[in-house]
């Protein structure tokens, strides 16, 4: 992991952000805190819907709200789950983050147990589709 991130201070915003999930069907709160390469960080969290397809996972909330402000590029992801089991990000939301990340951008998992986990986006989504198979598609 990157000695330049405070990866102690992305954990409390995760930790913070997972008090306010809306997760009254799974009962699994999550909270998610990203570094925008301009230093600030924004924070998502779980809403859950009694029509399960309009949920929408922490990640995506966080990324939404980091765009909403103007943000493109970011530098790290953290996703806090108050269980003993690391979770790393689902499917869709590991798809968004390859939309804004690099592939060699540090997403890390952690716990109420002080536990973190690092992954790159690379080993969490292995040839991700980005939007250069977009442009290439667009010159022919």
Request: net charge negative; hydrophobic share 40%.
């Amino acid at each position: 992991m990157s000695a330049s991130i405070d990866w102690a201070a992305l954990q409390q915003h995760a930790k913070t952000a997972s008090l306010q999930a809306y997760a009254p069907y799974s009962r699994f709160p999550v909270g998610v805190a990203i570094l925008a390469a301009s230093g600030q960080i924004y924070t998502g969290c779980n809403v859950e819907n009694a029509s399960y397809g309009g949920t929408t996972c922490a990640e995506r909330n966080a990324i939404a709200a980091a765009v909403v402000a103007g943000e493109r590029q970011f530098q790290a992801l953290v996703v806090y789950t108050p269980q003993e089991k690391l979770t790393p990000p689902c499917g869709i939301c590991r798809q968004v983050i390859a939309e804004f990340f690099t592939p060699e951008s540090p997403i890390a998992s952690c716990n109420h147990l002080e536990q973190l986990q690092s992954w790159t986006l690379q080993e969490l989504l292995p040839d991700a589709f980005t939007p250069m198979y977009l442009q290439a598609s667009q010159k022919v």
